[in-house]
């Protein structure tokens, strides 16, 4: 039998989000810095840059599929595997990887207890895979943890416009199936821009789209009908997300690219 504090508010830490077995603990202070450090650490609480860990409660029907090397503790009667289920998938996942920046192998984890992911400093949303259709592409380098109910594939464009102009990669992680979703986002929950489109159409000016529905037909467009037009509009090419699904959009992708109030 085990007891553990992990789910009880300290106070340095707290449970601050739930959804299906994952939760993520925040540490709302960093107790443990030394004392030279103490005020750099103070201000960026108070800024939201926290430290969170990922924690995943496990049944015998069900368990999870975590990133590699991101396992920090387990409690309980589990085990380990692969989500490898032959040569072939091992090979497709290899050459996956190759084009996704993707680890191969990710850990597939069964049993009776919980799994604590390592701390990190990024943003976690927890996804329901139901709110996106039973199918998912996220950016490279975000996928943190899913139920195992969940297939993790890579694809490619569908249209030559989005793979050479998109900036968003030839290949894309895509999730398919029920469950729920962990990510690691570059910005959090709170800043992030959801839209909902029932047959119509999403254009960005940037690869600021950081998750979108499967099924949305993704291509790079001009801003005008002409060359000419777009140019003089200078706007130029834009992301046009086409169709029914939803799309989580970034502000920006990064805070330099805004101007600072000294600089206007």
Not at 121 to 127: E, G, Q, S, V
Not at 171 to 196: I, K, Q, Y
Not at 205 to 214: E, F, R, T, V
């Amino acid at each position: 039998m085990i007891r553990t504090n992990l789910f009880e508010s300290t106070d340095s830490h707290k449970i601050v989000a739930r959804l299906g077995r994952f939760s993520v603990m925040e540490y709302e202070k960093d107790l443990s810095v030394p004392p030279e450090r103490a005020h750099e650490a103070y201000f960026a609480s108070k800024m939201n840059v926290r430290k969170r860990q990922v924690l995943a409660q496990l049944t015998e029907d069900n368990g999870v599929i975590i990133q590699s090397g991101t396992m920090q503790m387990m409690l309980g009667q589990v085990d380990a595997t692969t989500n490898v289920k032959n040569a072939g998938d091992l090979f497709k996942k290899f050459v996956g990887s190759t084009v996704t920046g993707e680890t191969v192998i990710k850990p597939h984890y069964i049993g009776e207890g919980t799994i604590v992911l390592e701390p990190t400093f990024r943003y976690i949303l927890l996804l329901n895979m139901a709110d996106w259709n039973e199918s998912l592409v996220i950016e490279d380098g975000m996928f943190l943890a899913c139920d195992d109910t969940i297939d993790l594939r890579v694809t490619s464009r569908t249209n030559l416009s989005s793979a050479i102009l998109g900036k968003e990669g030839l290949f894309n992680t895509t999730l398919f199936g029920e469950g729920v979703v962990a990510l690691e986002s570059p910005v959090p929950d709170d800043e992030l821009f959801v839209v909902d489109l029932a047959d119509d159409e999403l254009k960005i000016d940037g690869s600021m789209a950081i998750a979108w529905s499967y099924d949305l037909d993704f291509r790079v467009e001009k801003t005008t009908h002409t060359l000419i037009g777009s140019a003089a509009s200078g706007e130029g090419l834009v992301n046009v997300y086409r169709g029914t699904g939803r799309v989580l959009v970034a502000p920006v992708r990064k805070n330099k690219d805004i101007s600072t109030p000294e600089g206007r």
